[in-house]
């Protein structure tokens, strides 16, 4: 008696599908030919299963494994799922590496590249609350992203929530164009960047249309608790001294702050004082609360930024 063919829809909508498959579906055709007893068929962002119910069982609980060893490196190719196939895959076959914080999009390893942005990965294992101060370049917002991908990655924490002061050079939010959320994106770029770099684009999109990563200006954060959350806090030296009290007094259980910031590039009214230095030097000896210093020793753009930093450096002196 033959067997009654069963179908079966898989979604691939969170995941960045065109590069899951690989160059001309190469994955795609590689994943038929170890399923001869399915009939696969992939339609965008829908995977379409045909066969035996047994088979596609089988077929769903190794899928799954290869969808998540694809989120958790960023990639995946024959290699690696062979391994799955075994029940021996633990981590890609071609870099197993400790220091790495989060594998990004097309096999990108992102890790803290200098001493000081080690500190900071370091003080996150054992501090809620990181403050990182330093000049343009030293990889202190993007240090901090990979730290929040990460905890979310690791299920540590359930949302990421990004915020900054709406303050630029003689602008105001009122007069740009546009939602609230085009009024915010010039200000949030080097965050976009950061997490572009390490999360697929349609998970990213999901994350975005389910608030999992939430962005916001630093002026809503007024009256909220933030649980379960990994907070960053980017060009902090443009709050306030109050604004910097009520948002730090936002952190709720299991909560985890950074708070970056170059108190040499404040864009405040002349009448308005960065409230970054004060925060750093009441904070400083608390127990949980760790400061880390960057400088242009970490700079890691372009090699023409350390020398426009001691530029501007030497002329402050003169």
């Known amino acids: ?6 179908e079966k829809i898989i979604s691939l909508e969170d995941i960045d599908f065109s590069h899951f498959w690989g160059t001309n579906n190469k994955i795609f055709e590689f994943v038929k030919i170890l399923f001869p007893k399915l009939k696969i068929v992939a339609r965008g962002e829908m995977l379409k299963i ?13 899928f799954n494994s290869m969808l998540f060893f694809y989120e958790k490196f960023g990639r995946i190719d024959e ?61 202190k917002t993007y240090t901090a992203v990979a730290l929040a991908v990460r905890a979310l990655k690791n299920k540590e924490i359930k949302r990421i929530i990004l915020t900054r002061p709406a303050v630029e050079a003689g602008e105001n939010l009122g007069f740009l164009p546009g939602d609230l959320r085009d009024k915010l994106d010039p200000y949030l770029q080097p965050l976009y960047d950061a997490l572009r770099d390490m999360i697929p684009q349609q ?46 007094t936002r952190m709720g259980r299991n909560a985890k702050f950074i708070v970056t910031g170059d108190i040499t590039q404040v ?5 308005q004082k960065s409230g970054l230095p004060q925060a750093v030097e009441i904070l400083k000896g ?14 890691i753009r372009h ?16």
């Open 203 to 248: 998970k990213l999109l999901s994350y975005w249309e389910d608030n999992t990563i939430e962005i916001a200006p630093l002026a809503f954060m007024r009256g909220r608790t933030l649980d379960n959350a990994f907070v960053i806090l980017d060009e902090a030296q443009n709050a306030t001294s109050s604004q910097l009290k009520m948002f730090l």
């Open 1 to 6: 008696m033959k067997a009654e063919l069963l």
């Open 303 to 318: 090699k023409l930024v350390t020398k426009i930093i001691n530029a501007y450096e030497n002329n402050n002196n003169d």
């Open 286 to 299: 608390i127990d949980g609360i760790s400061i880390i210093q960057l400088n242009k020793s970490d700079v």
């Open 267 to 271: 864009d405040l009214p002349k009448n």
């Open 79 to 139: 290699k690696d799922i062979m391994q799955i196939m075994d029940n021996t895959a633990e981590s890609p076959a071609s870099e197993v590496s400790g220091d790495t914080l989060v594998h990004g999009r097309n096999g990108l390893l992102i890790k803290a590249r200098t001493p000081n942005q080690q500190l900071m990965v370091k003080a996150c294992d054992t501090n809620d609350l990181i403050f990182a101060i330093g000049p343009a370049g030293t990889g």
């Open 50 to 62: 045909i066969g035996a119910e047994e088979d596609i069982n089988f077929f769903q609980d190794k």
